[in-house]
């Protein structure tokens, strides 16, 4: 909807919308709710009509109404993000391509698509929902016509959805409606839309990674409604500075975000902040840091150019006398915290990650990670071309054995020498 301009064009006499105004009306425009435009275009005539402080006035009903649709939309999309599961197709080209089907609440497919265009990259995915199918090949995310609402595919079905959708949307031709449900195989078609978008077409890109779903849990994590859409890391550390997602933040001081350039290209991930790290607000400042700044100076690495970070980004820990003794986070902790550290992935998105112990694994992974058998191996996943783990450095300090202390040091060692070679792009074999 147009603002209401005035009659002149003159730019100073035109009405200013505030950016707030615009990020608001961005998501509650996807609401499904019949009322939304109506409702934004009363607000938008009211902030440009003598109430330019509207939008802060949260118990203004206007303003109530449409923080609830806002809401309601985000939470959409981070259910999007959260539950698309996407399975392997064999792209007409040869190629493959990721496909899922999902259907979300409200028309939120532009709003949630470029979370996977980052998380994803370099694969070509598609998802296909009601409203309308977002398409990725590598270097453009576009947009082709929905599917209908009924025909949630079985997962053994969605493939031949997938290809049935690929033939009448990308034959260069015309949409051709009628060939589209003639090869459907059942009566999922009967309520077919009108295609009236023609899709552009998608180039069939080949790519392909390992580990697509690498063992990813399934369930949300519940940072989610605290993370941003922006993938800038100071707008992350800051909203990260007032998460309320599970209750580590009741006991520590403050939240230690990660730290380093924004173009690193090697990550670190620790497990959680210690008692010093807590105090200071900055990851690996206390004797795990120095033991790790060591063994990255060993390897002719500086802490300068590297991301560190850890899984979760708040001390936990047991009162003991006067001490605060560090407590291992729980697997419900570490999924409540994983997706800062998945923000901070998309944000940075590194050559080469390092995992720095079995949590920052399984933050990663889910489930359970074995360090011990583990260590060193080098994978391709959908966070970095090289992923890894290694031990954490605090462990090293623990060890009461010292042959075993030192045979862990020198792994250690050994472990971010490997990773240094491949950041110079030295052949590596995934052992
Ligand atoms: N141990 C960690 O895992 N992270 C820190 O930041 C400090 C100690
Ligand atoms: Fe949020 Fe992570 Fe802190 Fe929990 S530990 S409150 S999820 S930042």
């Known amino acids: 909807a147009a603002p209401a301009a005035p009659a002149a064009s003159d730019d100073a006499q035109r009405p200013r919308v505030p950016a707030a105004y615009m990020r608001l009306a961005t998501a509650v425009a996807c609401h499904r709710d019949a009322a939304r435009f109506a409702l934004l275009y009363r607000a938008l005539f009211r902030l440009t009509h003598g109430e330019p402080y509207l939008l802060e006035l949260a118990a203004d009903p206007d303003v109530a109404r449409l923080r609830a649709l806002e809401q309601a939309v985000r939470r959409d999309v981070h259910k999007l993000h959260a539950f698309v599961r996407f399975r392997r197709v064999e792209g007409e080209g040869g190629g493959e391509r990721y496909v899922a089907w999902y259907r979300p609440d409200h028309r939120i497919v532009r709003l949630g698509a470029p979370f996977f265009e980052r998380r994803f990259p370099s694969m070509a995915w598609s998802i296909l929902t009601p409203d309308e199918s977002a398409h990725w090949d590598g270097a453009e995310l576009r947009y082709g016509p929905g599917l209908p609402r009924d025909a949630a595919p079985r997962e053994d ?250 045979a862990a040091r020198a792994h250690f060692q050994a472990d971010l020498a490997q990773a240094a070679s491949l950041l110079a792009g030295e052949e590596h074999g995934s052992r």
């Not at 729980?330 to 923000?343: D, F, H, M, T």
Request: aromatic share 8%; charged share 25%; net charge neutral.
């Open 157 to 406: 079905e969605l493939e031949e959805l997938f290809r049935t959708y690929y033939r009448a949307i990308y034959n260069p031709a015309r949409v051709n409606l009628r060939a589209m449900r003639a090869e459907m195989p059942v009566k999922h078609w009967s309520t077919l839309p009108e295609l009236s978008v023609m899709s552009e077409l998608v180039r069939d890109a080949a790519s392909r990674v390992d580990a697509m779903q690498a063992g990813r849990s399934g369930a949300a994590s519940a940072a989610e409604a605290y993370v941003p859409g922006s993938r800038a890391l100071p707008v992350l550390r800051e909203a990260a500075a007032s998460c309320q997602a599970c209750a580590l933040c009741e006991r520590a001081t403050q939240t230690v975000f990660g730290e380093g350039p924004a173009d690193a290209a090697l990550m670190l991930v620790g497990e959680q902040p210690g008692d010093e790290e807590d105090l200071c607000g900055r990851p690996f400042v206390g004797p795990a840091g120095r033991v790790l700044d060591e063994a990255l100076a060993g390897a002719g690495l500086s802490r300068g150019g590297i991301y560190v970070t850890n899984a979760v980004k708040h001390f936990k820990w047991e009162p003991r006398g006067e001490r605060r003794l560090h407590a291992r986070p729980v697997g419900p902790e570490i999924q409540a915290c994983r997706a800062w550290l998945q923000a901070e992935v998309e944000a940075v998105r590194p050559r080469v990650i390092v995992c720095l112990g079995a949590t920052a694994a399984r933050s990663f992974l889910g489930g359970r990670f074995s360090v011990t058998q583990s260590r060193g191996q080098v994978f391709k996943t959908p966070w970095a071309e090289s992923w890894m783990a290694t031990y954490h450095p605090a462990a090293l300090l623990r060890m009461p054995d010292e042959a075993a202390r030192a």
